[in-house]
């Protein structure tokens, strides 16, 4: 009983510590998860490719959630592979989640799809009952504050979601086309260890990025969603400040700390290789990639 399943990391353009209600778009990287069922196995093991001494509790828990509620609680092994770095505000914890629950999924047999559409009939799970299900793990395991709804529905479904995390309702799904430019740091951030005191501080201007989202202004919303929470988490608003003369939107994804820039490639006046030339003398990683409208799915 095997299963394979990607799923897209993704940018920020709401940050939910503040109020509850966040924002975020998928982008062209993917998190690969393979899990492997044995009814006689007691428990699951897990492995993260990129890093032999990563904690594992969450795919396992992934695995352990998923087989509890469409399986027989069989036991396991799950691994994953990925492009999305590990704890630079890409939603790494996300993409693992959701990769992790479609290819539990996949190995115990099960359709999954969206619902509600003709060629959807034979549909076992939808792809938002796995992400919600991912968003529970995610909260036992301890990597999340708010519970991440609104990554993991990016990350799970493709283009830019707005939701209510509080609720894990999803509000908002928009297809977006961007160029997208990454900067991440060498250095790490935990979503579990940012400073919500701090977050909700900045909770009036997060309800300004909350209007312009539901608004469909998502870049201006992103932008000044980077502002606030660069300065509520003590991050550098320098990269931003250089990428504003070139860019559509540019922003901290998530807590950080990675800064992620974006392009409407049929707007002339935009120009991401300015952008990574501004950033080019930065210590870290430049990545360049798209938004996804796509989302997750079994291999």
């Known amino acids: ?25 998928g982008i062209d990287v993917e998190t690969r998860a393979t899990v492997e069922l044995d009814p006689a196995a007691d428990g699951v093991d897990g492995e993260i490719a990129e890093d032999a001494d990563a904690d594992t509790d969450l795919i396992e828990r992934c695995v352990a959630l998923a ?24 939603k790494s914890s996300s993409a693992a989640a959701n990769a992790t629950v479609l290819a539990t999924c996949d190995a115990l047999g099960l359709a999954v799809g969206d619902g509600g559409r003709a060629s959807d009939d034979a549909v076992d799970v939808t792809r938002l009952e796995a992400c919600r299900l991912g968003v529970r793990a995610a909260r036992e395991a301890g990597v999340t504050v708010t519970g991440a709804f609104d990554d993991a529905t990016a990350s799970m479904l493709g283009g830019v979601t707005v939701t209510d995390n509080d609720a894990d309702e999803l509000r908002v799904r928009e297809a977006v086309d961007w160029d997208v430019l990454v900067w991440t740091p060498p250095e790490r951030a935990y979503s579990a260890d940012a400073d919500v005191a701090r977050c909700e501080a900045v909770a009036p201007m997060a309800d300004l990025v909350a209007d312009l989202a539901f608004d469909g202004r998502y870049g201006e919303a992103m932008t000044v969603n980077g502002l606030a929470f660069s300065a509520a988490l003590g991050f ?5 400040v250089e990428a504003m003369p070139h860019a559509t939107a540019v922003s901290l994804s998530g807590t950080g700390p990675s800064v992620v820039a974006v392009a409407d490639p049929a707007d002339p006046e935009t120009d991401l290789d300015a952008v990574a030339d501004a950033w080019g003398d930065r210590p870290g990683t430049l990545r360049r990639t798209t938004t996804r409208n796509d989302g997750a799915a079994v291999e």
Do not use: H, K, Y
Request: charged letters at 20%; a negative charge; hydrophobic letters at 45%.
């Open 67 to 90: 087989t509890e509620r469409w399986g027989d609680g069989e036991g396991g092994c799950v691994r994953t592979d990925s492009d999305v770095p590990l704890a630079a505000g890409l």
């Open 236 to 240: 550098d608003a320098d990269p931003a």
């Open 1 to 25: 009983m095997e299963g394979r399943a990607a799923a897209l990391g993704a940018g920020t353009v709401l940050n939910a510590l503040a109020t509850g209600t966040g924002a975020a778009f």
